[in-house]
């Protein structure tokens, strides 16, 4: 049995649609719902059971294991880069992660995580998911040093050659409806455009990027996903990989590749980035991927104007969730 924590949420839900379109149905969905239309992910989707991720946690606590779990991937956690509540985050993105990893390794269950490219902070230590670097990073951000503590604890406790940590880039894609202000820009943008024709995209205020060439690794959900199950099958292949395209572009390659989708003129209006955010913001990501290309992955990944087409045309048009695609 594969275990899918946050199997409801954005990246989640996406793993398990690509799980069931390789006839694997033998899973268990461990996430909150709440009150939103998260549970909208769910729909066509093939798995034997979803549990509350309390409700989880307390079976591992127990050591009670109804279903032998093969595998778990870990992808549940507060993804907000804007969450203030740092102890909320110690205990859902640290705390939580500590146990089931503890679990996996108690039972030698393969153990794959989500841990995040905020990691490395502004990047002046470079994006290269070495493991021996991982001291220098510095987060810019509570989400972004949750992840990391993780990555630490792992490399710490020596179990870096026994599970695989995601350092996920900019996803972006179908099924992130229900995430409200940390939907991608993609999405955002969507319906900018829809309402009102034109895009608004936060001014550069360092002098050596210009206004909507900040760049940013984005990567199609569809590429994060084949990445993710490949390690699956490859129960030699561990530590921390990143997961992205291996090339940065501008906000404006982006938007421009949604206005084309769309089939409507490129039109930006510049607006002053909030202060709050100005000495936290990454003016640049670019994920090295030599790494996960040498342990065998050598799919190739879309760029904006594939992933966004695809996105824009089959999806956002349709107002389609990946389980009711008929792609």
Not at 66 to 94: Q, R, V, W
Not at 134 to 156: A, E, Q, V
Request: aromatic share 14%.
């Amino acid at each position: 049995m594969i275990v899918v924590t946050g199997g409801a949420g954005f990246i989640g839900s996406a793993v398990v649609w690509r799980l069931n379109q390789l006839g694997v149905d033998r899973i268990v969905i461990v996430d909150e719902l709440g009150k939103d239309d998260k549970w909208m992910n769910l729909n066509g989707l093939k798995y034997s059971d979803f549990l509350h991720k309390d409700d989880f946690m307390g079976m591992i606590l127990k050591k009670n294991e109804p279903f032998k779990i093969t595998t778990i991937i870990h992808l549940g956690a507060c993804s907000s880069t804007t969450e203030k509540d740092a102890d909320y985050l110690m205990d859902n993105n640290y705390h939580y992660s500590q146990e089931l990893a503890k679990f996996c390794l108690e039972n030698g269950t393969r153990f794959i995580y989500a841990s995040s490219a905020a990691t490395y902070g502004d990047g002046t230590n470079g994006y290269y998911d070495n493991e021996s670097k991982l001291d220098t990073l510095r987060p810019l951000n509570m989400y972004g040093y949750s992840k990391h503590l993780f990555d630490t604890w792992i490399k710490r406790n020596g179990l870096m050659n026994k599970v695989v940590g995601l350092k996920y880039f900019n996803v972006y894609g179908p099924n992130e409806y229900h995430k409200e202000d940390m939907r991608s820009v993609v999405h955002k943008a969507f319906e900018q455009v829809r309402d009102h024709g034109k895009v608004r995209l936060f001014k550069s205020y360092r002098k050596d990027y210009k206004d909507g060439e900040q760049k940013r690794d984005f990567v199609y959900v569809k590429d994060a996903v084949d990445m993710t199950i490949y390690f699956l099958d490859q129960p030699d292949k561990n530590g921390i990989y990143n997961i992205g395209t291996g090339k940065a572009q501008t906000w404006i390659e982006l938007v421009t590749a949604l206005f084309n989708a769309v089939g409507k003129p490129v039109n930006i209006e510049f607006v002053d980035m909030p202060e709050d955010i100005r000495d936290k913001y990454q003016y640049f990501t670019e994920a090295d991927l030599q790494k996960i290309r040498n342990a065998g992955y050598d799919k190739p990944t879309m760029n904006v104007s594939e992933g966004v087409a695809d996105y824009v045309k089959k999806y956002l048009l349709k107002d389609a969730y990946l389980g009711l695609s008929k792609d």
